[in-house]
């Protein structure tokens, strides 16, 4: 038996679930939050809050309210304080508020019964157990637009407006609403709505570089020291930021490509290892593409293809391609085509997302255009068109 | 016995949970928590309509009828292996 390699030293620091002890690019979100919730190391009883915290898929909203409730509730175990954080994903729960507080009753009472009573019922048990265990919650309500969607008004004002009928008890149950977009909101009635838009989180998608910030940190956690080239981080960034800045995605194509390197008994997670990550799990390209390209469109991208299929470059310059390209005009016995006609065939190729292009300052002889093919593996894309090329469907 | 050891294991149910685990009805289970609680073996908790069953942790009686429990199903397990 051969002995196993992996270029991971804990990959479980890349699972969906876990949440890192520091969240780049998320301070001053966080100290936000933590700003909203002081009170509740001071005078919890006096006081509930309601907090928004708004952004598009992948911008660290659910890892900013868990990050913040696991420091918050350590936080106030530091000062007696008898505070529990409950989070739930209201899409797991298919909105319903039934469901969600059940949940809620779950954490105090796991064997709870599950029918017998109403939602209003279920309201009241709810302030009951918080009142008999003299405790403070924060309930982290994810994926809030289902229930907003599923319930409609009255349900979220019940929720909101619950210490009102408390007259003259303490104030127990706090909400973070985490929601992609506020117009979700817009579905409630104005008295509902005015009960929750007063403190809004809303986290900016993540640019390249902060998403290589996020990258790197995963990577020192995640993988064996230098396991993880900048190139491959670059690339995983870029592909990211193209899914709207969406660090989940990242994250999980790290991952992947890490797998994928393993598989390869690779020391090092190559780009050509995030290529083949991102086409296992993004519908990247249609041979019918391919077959619409012209002759030598075909020919340039082939030696693109084979410029990247070495594994080890992320991005090749234009003149490179261009000689590549001169390779395999050779060897179809084809004069190749003019400079000015590879940058229109250039700039085509990357309008069908098939190859990305960026200007860079940083070479020695002012700008120059730099090629990355981000989400096709070199090898199947050179396979592809060598197909198609001996059909002679060129 | 077989409610003190339903409720040692899960720690507390409620009314026709216990009944449904013991293949017992309603009203027995019922005559028998009353009969357990006057004894301070159990306690239970009411939430509206519900009552939350578990064993007096305080009392002396609930800790010996425990004890004899675990001793039993140590015993049990011995003779089966």
């Known amino acids: 038996m051969s002995h196993y390699r992996s270029v991971f030293r804990d990959e479980t620091k890349l699972d969906i679930n876990y949440v890192p002890h520091r969240l780049p690019h998320r301070d001053r979100e966080l100290r936000l939050l933590m700003e909203f919730f002081s009170f509740l190391l001071q005078f919890p009883e006096r006081m509930a809050q309601r907090v928004l915290i708004t952004g598009d898929v992948g911008t660290g909203k659910t890892a900013l309210s868990q990050r913040f409730g696991a420091d918050m509730s350590r936080e106030a175990g530091k000062q007696g304080k008898n505070f529990r954080y409950v989070h739930v994903n209201c899409r797991e729960y298919h909105g319903s508020l039934f469901l969600i507080l059940q949940h809620v009753v779950s954490v105090f009472h796991p064997n709870f019964p599950q029918r017998g009573y109403s939602a209003e019922e279920l309201l009241r048990i709810v302030m009951q157990i918080l009142d008999e265990e003299n405790v403070y919650v924060i309930l982290a309500l994810d994926e809030f637009g289902s229930m907003v969607e599923r319930e409609g008004s009255d349900a979220v004002y019940q929720l909101t407006r619950l210490q009102e009928v408390r007259q003259n008890k303490p104030q127990r149950l706090s909400l973070i609403c985490i929601l992609r977009n506020l117009n979700l909101i817009s579905k409630l009635d104005a008295s509902t709505r005015s009960t929750l838009q007063s403190n809004i989180i809303n986290l900016e998608r993540y640019s390249k570089q902060q998403l290589v910030d996020i990258l790197n940190d995963r990577v020192s956690s995640a993988f064996k020291l230098s396991a ?14 193209s899914e709207s800045g969406n660090a989940r995605f990242g994250i999980e194509l790290l991952w992947r490509a890490g797998k994928y390197a393993n598989v390869e008994d690779l020391d090092t997670v190559t780009p050509e290892c995030a290529r083949k990550a991102v086409s296992s799990i993004v519908p990247t390209m249609r041979k019918s593409d391919l077959a619409l390209l012209g002759f030598h469109e075909k020919l340039f991208l082939l030696g693109i293809a084979r410029l990247f299929k070495q594994g080890q470059k992320a991005s090749a310059t234009l003149s490179e ?22 940058w229109k065939y250039l700039k085509s190729l990357a309008a069908t997302d098939i190859v990305r292009t960026e200007v860079s300052t940083t070479g020695s002889r002012g700008r120059s255009t730099l090629i990355c093919l981000p ?17 002679g469907e060129g | 016995m077989r409610i003190l050891k339903v409720l040692g294991h899960v720690g507390e149910l409620n009314v026709s949970e216990i009944a449904r685990r013991l293949g017992v009805n309603y009203e027995t289970t019922s005559k028998h ?11 239970h908790k009411e939430f509206g309509r519900i009552r939350l069953y578990r064993i007096n942790e305080h009392s002396p009686k609930a800790k010996a009828v425990l004890d004899l429990v675990r001793v039993w199903e140590q015993a049990e397990t011995e003779v089966k292996t």
Request: glycine residues 0%; contains cysteine.
């Open chain 1, 228 to 241: 993880v080239p900048e190139d491959t981080v670059n690339l995983i960034a870029e592909l990211a930021s």
């Open chain 1, 375 to 391: 989400r096709i593996p070199a090898h199947e894309l050179e396979r592809e068109l060598k197909d198609i090329l001996e059909k």
């Open chain 1, 321 to 342: 391609a261009e000689q590549a390209y001169a390779i395999a005009c050779e060897e179809y016995d084809v004069k190749p085509n003019s400079h000015t006609q590879l």
């Open chain 2, 33 to 43: 928590l009353k009969i357990l609680e006057d004894e301070s073996i159990l306690q």
